[in-house]
């Protein structure tokens, strides 16, 4: 089954565009953009927690794509 993807482009203040390079290349990771990528499945992942403690009828949100964007930055 193929996953949809989902393009954006986004502008980030210097400050954090620095960091988000420094962290890409200590953590090993190869580009800007994937370090990007995994920022925000993390990022969701912890929103979907937050969501899923507050209001259960919802906890089911975030759709395929994104779950399995997280696991595979888990393993």
């Known amino acids: 089954m193929k996953t949809k993807s ?3 482009q986004i502008e980030l203040p210097d ?5 988000l390079r420094r962290l ?4 090993g990771v190869p580009s800007v953009e994937e370090a990007a990528t ?3 499945g993390q ?3 912890r929103s979907r927690e937050q969501l899923d403690r507050s209001d ?4 089911y949100f975030v759709n395929q794509a994104l ?3 997280i696991a595979k930055q888990r393993k």
């Open 6 to 8: 989902m393009k954006i």
């Open 15 to 19: 400050e954090i565009a620095e960091q």
């Open 24 to 27: 890409a290349a200590a953590c």
């Open 38 to 40: 995994i920022a925000i």
């Open 43 to 45: 990022w969701v992942a």
């Open 56 to 59: 259960p009828a919802q906890a």
């Open 67 to 69: 779950d399995e964007l």
